[in-house]
Every structure is written in C-alpha cells, then in structure tokens.
C-alpha cells in the first residue's frame, strides 16, 4: 500500500503557501523526482551510463572532501608547531 501525502490547510493559511508546502512535501518524499525518472523510458545501456557518472561524481566528492579534511589537518598541525616553536626559548 503507497502512503498518500495528506495536506490539512491550517487557519488562515492562502492557497499559494498551502501549494508552497505541498511541493515541498513533494521534493521531500522525492515524488516529484520519481515522476520525471518514470515519465520517458530509458534504455538499460543509458541507465548504466547515468549510474556511472552518478557514481563517478560521488566518487569526485569524496577525494574533494578527503583532500579538505587533510589540508585543514596540515595547516592545523603546522598552526601548533609554529606556535610551539614560538612559545619555547631557543638554545644557542
């Protein structure tokens, strides 16, 4: 059985900002995305060929992040030493 999306119109509420929530709602559910996936058929060879690039872009994200997480952990490492450095009295 499909859930239906139920949408009570609160007091004083227009009809735009009732439709406003409505979509969002949609989005939400990922209605709206299922409706245009199913609207055209689409080939099993374009199918993989969008999974791919899909799963190329997840995989592009990742090493961005990676690559993120570890310049901030450099530059934070490299932030302590200096201000360790700065902090003892050099030896001479």
Do not use: Q, W
């Not at 059985?1 to 009732?18: T, Y």
């Not at 709206?32 to 996936?37: A, N, Q, S």
């Not at 990742?62 to 200096?82: G, T």
Request: charged share 50%.
């Amino acid at each position: 059985m499909r859930n239906l999306i139920r949408l009570e119109l609160k007091p004083n509420e227009s009809l735009d900002k009732a439709l406003r929530r409505f979509k969002k709602i949609c989005d939400h559910e990922g209605l709206t995305r299922d409706m245009r996936k199913h609207s055209y058929y689409e080939k099993p060879s374009e199918k993989n060929k969008r999974k791919d690039r899909e799963r190329e872009k997840e995989r592009a994200k990742a090493i961005r992040v990676a690559e993120k997480k570890k310049n901030k952990a450099r530059k934070a490492r490299a932030k302590s030493l200096k201000k360790l450095a700065s902090s003892s009295p050099e030896r001479r």
